[in-house]
């Protein structure tokens, strides 16, 4: 889902929170330093999908977040994959999901209210 990410960085005036779910969008496309909304972000730290999502492309946002004071909170699920939300894919994994909805609807509750 890094269209989310993309639009938070694309879309400064229009966006006013985002959640993006395993998926970080391509250095050409936007530079994810200049988001300006709320950000709270949900990885699998088994993911392997190198250049959208893995340990590794998520270290590197989250160094980016912090070049650019992005207000962000970073959420790594430890016995996720790549999709782990996806009930009907093969990663799906309940406990990280639920969580990781949980922890989305506080965010948007708060983050929209504001």
């Given amino acids: ?31 994810v330093s200049t988001i300006k909304c709320p950000v709270q ?3 699998g730290a088994l993911d392997d999908l190198v250049g959208f999502s893995s340990p590794k492309d998520v270290e590197k946002l989250e160094e980016k977040f912090k070049a650019g004071n992005v207000d962000y909170e970073m959420n790594i699920y430890d016995e996720a994959a790549h999709a782990f939300t996806n009930s009907s894919g093969p990663n799906y994994h309940k406990d990280s999901c639920h969580l990781a909805l949980q922890r989305l609807c506080t965010f948007m509750n708060k983050s929209l209210v504001e």
């Fill in 1 to 31: 889902m890094n269209k989310q990410i993309k639009e938070g960085a694309l879309l400064q005036d229009v966006v006013d929170a985002i959640a993006p779910f395993y998926g970080i969008p391509d250095e050409k496309l936007c530079d």
């Fill in 41 to 43: 972000c949900h990885f």
